[in-house]
C-alpha cells in the first residue's frame, strides 16, 4: 500500500477527510444504536470485531511474518484486554443514553490520556493544560448535571470506556514507537475479541441475519472511519483538525432527533463543546511545543 505523501499538506483536504471520518464513525454509533440492546452489549461488541478480520486479509502474509518480542506480546495482550471492556462498556452505554450524550462524553477520552500521560509516561502539565483539563471536567460535569437529575448506569458506562481507551491509548503509543501501524492495528483487531469471548459468551443469544448485517456496516464505517482519519492526519496539521470533530457531536443530535426521537439537550452540547475546546486547545500547545504528540485526535481513541 502507498503510503500517503506527508510532505503535501493541504488543510482543506485535511478538514473534508475529517468530516468524513466524523460521518462515519456516527454511522458507527447510529448502527449500534439501531440494534437497541437486542443483542448484549458484549456479544455486540465481540461480533463487530470478528467480522472486522475481514479487513485484515490483504495484509496477512506481512502479519505472519513479523516477529514480536514477549514484552510486545504482553502489552498487546493487556491492551486488547483494557479495549475489550472499553468496547463493552461503550455497546452497553448505546442501548441506555441518547447518542448525543455517548458522543460528548466520547471527547472525555484525550483528556484523559493527557492525566494518565502525566502520571506514567512523565508528561509535564503546564499550568495551561491543568486549566483546560478542568474545563473539559466542567463540560463533563454540564452533561451528567449529578444532583440535577438521576444518572444512568450507561452514563457511568461511557466514564468507564474513557478510561479504558485512555489506557489502550497509552500502550499503542509504546509499541508504535517499535511496529508498524498495521501490525499495532491488526493486534488489536485480534486480541479484542479474544478478550470480548468470555463476556460475551456469559449472555450469548442467536443473532439473526439482520443483527449480523448491522454489526458488519458497524465493522465497515470503523475501518473506513480510520482511513478517512489517516488521510486527514497526512493532510493537515492535527491542531487544524482536531476542531472539526465536534462536527459529530451535530451528526449525533440530528440522527439522534430525527430517527430515535432523543430531543436535542442543550447542557449536552454546551458541555461537548466546552470538552471540545478544551482537548482542541490541549493539541494546539502540543503543536506549538513541537512536542511528539501524547493526546489524540477525538476520532482516534473510537474502537
Not at 126 to 134: D, G, P, Q, S, Y
Amino acid at each position: 500500500m502507498t503510503k500517503p505523501d506527508m510532505n503535501s499538506k493541504s488543510p482543506i483536504a485535511g478538514i473534508l477527510w475529517m468530516v468524513m471520518t466524523g460521518i462515519c464513525f456516527v454511522m458507527v454509533t447510529a448502527l449500534v444504536k439501531t440494534l437497541g440492546g437486542s443483542v448484549p452489549a458484549a456479544q455486540s461488541a465481540f461480533l463487530r470485531y470478528v467480522l472486522g478480520l475481514v479487513f485484515l486479509l490483504p495484509i496477512w502474509r506481512e502479519l505472519l511474518q513479523t516477529r514480536l518480542t514477549k514484552r510486545q506480546l504482553g502489552l498487546f495482550g493487556i491492551r486488547g484486554a483494557v479495549h475489550a471492556v472499553g468496547v463493552a462498556f461503550w455497546f452497553f452505554a448505546m442501548s441506555r443514553i441518547p447518542i448525543a450524550e455517548v458522543t460528548a462524553m466520547n471527547y472525555l477520552t484525550p483528556v484523559f490520556v493527557t492525566i494518565l500521560a502525566a502520571f506514567f509516561l512523565g508528561e509535564k502539565l503546564a499550568i495551561r493544560r491543568i486549566l483546560a483539563i478542568v474545563a473539559a471536567l466542567a463540560g463533563a460535569a454540564l452533561i451528567l448535571r449529578p444532583g440535577f437529575r438521576v444518572l444512568d448506569p450507561g452514563h457511568l458506562a461511557m466514564l468507564g470506556t474513557a478510561t479504558m481507551f485512555s489506557a489502550s491509548y497509552l500502550i499503542a503509543k509504546v509499541v508504535s514507537d517499535e511496529l508498524d501501524a498495521k501490525m499495532v492495528v491488526a493486534m488489536l483487531s485480534i486480541t479484542v475479541p479474544i478478550g470480548l469471548l468470555p463476556l460475551a459468551l456469559m449472555d450469548w443469544i442467536t443473532p439473526n441475519f439482520t443483527q449480523v448485517f448491522i454489526l458488519f456496516g458497524v465493522a465497515l464505517f470503523a475501518t473506513v472511519g480510520h482511513y478517512t482519519m489517516t488521510r486527514a492526519f497526512a493532510a493537515a496539521p492535527v491542531s487544524v483538525t482536531q476542531p472539526v470533530t465536534f462536527l459529530q457531536l451535530v451528526w449525533s443530535v440530528i440522527i439522534g432527533a430525527l430517527f430515535f426521537a432523543e430531543p436535542p439537550d442543550s447542557f449536552v452540547i454546551a458541555g461537548g463543546a466546552v470538552i471540545m475546546a478544551a482537548v482542541s486547545f490541549i493539541t494546539w500547545r502540543e503543536a506549538r511545543a513541537k512536542k511528539r504528540a501524547v493526546t489524540p485526535l477525538v476520532n482516534a481513541t473510537k474502537g
